[in-house]
């Protein structure tokens, strides 16, 4: 039987019962990308970077996140445990931590190429970016309402402080798209 979405979204669930919910999706993501052509035949192919919610509830998101080559998204919160897997191209990580004077500053970064996991705490702050030509695809996994949560995001400039603004993120995609499009 081929892997399916909903496969994928009965493993997450079945994960989160457990009694560490985010180590038990590291290791469920661990063997999804550990196939990453099943992966994407069951998610579909990737025709532009964006969001796409594969499943959405108040302990869980499973999201699949293309990013454009390119692009790059500026410093966030969860303020919930997150669990990206990658199945094609790469993330680059940042890590940040608050900065008394200057708002943050970074502490390290970690690159994600395909099959790699990252368990990111309920307090992790981190910035991505996709620096190949080609997308970078992952799964992430959340363990709660990814949509509803109040967050915050920093500015990439001045590392100012304001609340996370989604619509402004799926801005920061249609840019992108439309750059890449072009060449
Ligand atoms: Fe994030």
Same mark, same amino acid.
């Given at each position: 039987m081929p892997l399916t979405v909903d496969d994928v979204i009965a493993r997450c669930q079945a994960a989160v019962r457990e009694a560490t919910p985010a180590l038990a999706v590291r290791d469920a993501l661990r063997e999804l990308v550990a196939d990453p052509s099943s992966l994407e035949r069951a998610l579909g192919p990737v025709e532009e970077g964006g969001i796409a919610p594969l499943h959405r509830a108040e302990d869980l998101t499973v999201l699949r996140v293309a990013w454009t080559p390119g692009m790059a998204l500026n410093p966030h919160d969860h303020r919930m445990w997150a669990v990206i897997g990658m199945y094609g191209g790469q993330e680059d990580n940042a890590f940040y931590r608050r900065h008394a004077e200057h708002g943050l500053e970074q502490v390290g970064g970690r690159e994600l190429p395909v099959g790699d996991v990252l368990v990111m705490g309920d307090d992790i702050i981190h910035s991505v970016a996709?620096? #190949? #030509?080609?997308f970078a695809v992952a799964l992430h996994v959340y363990g709660g309402d990814f949509f509803d949560a109040a967050r915050s995001e920093w500015d990439w400039g001045t590392y100012e402080e304001r609340p996370r603004d989604l619509d402004r993120t799926r801005r920061l995609f249609d840019e992108a798209n439309a750059r890449w499009r072009a060449g």
């Amino acid at each position: 039987m081929p892997l399916t979405v909903d496969d994928v979204i009965a493993r997450c669930q079945a994960a989160v019962r457990e009694a560490t919910p985010a180590l038990a999706v590291r290791d469920a993501l661990r063997e999804l990308v550990a196939d990453p052509s099943s992966l994407e035949r069951a998610l579909g192919p990737v025709e532009e970077g964006g969001i796409a919610p594969l499943h959405r509830a108040e302990d869980l998101t499973v999201l699949r996140v293309a990013w454009t080559p390119g692009m790059a998204l500026n410093p966030h919160d969860h303020r919930m445990w997150a669990v990206i897997g990658m199945y094609g191209g790469q993330e680059d990580n940042a890590f940040y931590r608050r900065h008394a004077e200057h708002g943050l500053e970074q502490v390290g970064g970690r690159e994600l190429p395909v099959g790699d996991v990252l368990v990111m705490g309920d307090d992790i702050i981190h910035s991505v970016a996709n620096s #190949r #030509r080609e997308f970078a695809v992952a799964l992430h996994v959340y363990g709660g309402d990814f949509f509803d949560a109040a967050r915050s995001e920093w500015d990439w400039g001045t590392y100012e402080e304001r609340p996370r603004d989604l619509d402004r993120t799926r801005r920061l995609f249609d840019e992108a798209n439309a750059r890449w499009r072009a060449g």
